[in-house]
T-cell receptor, first 113, second 113 residues
């Protein structure tokens, strides 16, 4: 089945220790998104890739970076995680940026100790 | 600033009843509207999308859109305990932000057996 996969599902990191979260998709969608969701809050868009074109949201901290080496994979790098970065990180894809719906992966729960 | 408003709930309905979830949005130019279901600790799952005024039915779910009133709703017929979840309304806006989904904070639904 075509799907969006995220690894790991749970990640524990230490304060200030860099961490990388992974997303892959078999849908062959052009657009990949990274969201941050904290408890009882709406998902917050961090950035997205439209093919190889990176689009950062204006209020995304510089501490968050992303890479998309090919169509299938996208990575979220947190350079120096703080306690406030503990959240669920959601990867989503859509066929294009227009009307098309977004499909989410299962998410990675990040804990910062 | 584009906003999507939902009643946070919890909304409690007895098993077998109709659950009605409501959402209003501020961007009059919004083009497409999505309902996601999110179980506790899980990622959002797309259950309905609607682009045109009127009703769209899929099984037990009906999405209703009224662009003049900037209002979108989700009806769940014959509610089951397994429908107990948070329902997120998401709206794709117009103009430069048209790639972006703006999410409401969600309505928590509880179906009582």
């Amino acid at each position: 089945d075509a799907m969006v996969i995220q690894n790991p599902r749970y990640q524990v990191t230490q304060f200030g220790k860099p961490v990388t979260l992974s997303c892959s998709q078999t849908l062959n969608h052009n657009v990949m998104y990274w969201y941050q969701q904290k408890s009882s809050q709406a998902p917050k868009l961090l950035f997205h890739y439209y093919d190889k074109d990176f689009n950062n949201e204006a209020d995304t901290p510089d501490n968050f970076q992303s890479r998309r080496p090919n169509t299938s994979f996208c990575f979220l790098d947190i350079r120096s995680p703080g306690l406030g970065d503990a959240a669920m990180y959601l990867c989503a894809t859509s066929r294009d940026r227009g009307t098309y719906e977004q499909y989410f992966g299962p998410g990675t729960r990040l804990t910062v100790t | 600033q584009k906003e999507v408003e939902q009643n946070s709930g919890p909304l409690s309905v007895p098993e077998g009843a109709i659950a009605s979830l409501n959402c209003t949005y501020s961007d009059r130019g919004s083009q497409s509207f999505f309902w996601y279901r999110q179980y506790s600790g899980k990622s959002p799952e797309l259950i309905m999308f609607i682009y045109s005024n009127g009703d769209k039915e899929d099984g037990r779910f009906t999405a209703q859109l009224n662009k003049a009133s900037q209002y979108v709703s989700l009806l769940i017929r014959d509610s089951q305990p397994s429908d107990s979840a948070t329902y997120l309304c998401a709206v794709r806006g117009s103009g430069a932000g048209s790639y972006q989904l703006t999410f409401g904070k969600g309505t928590k639904l509880s179906v009582i057996p």
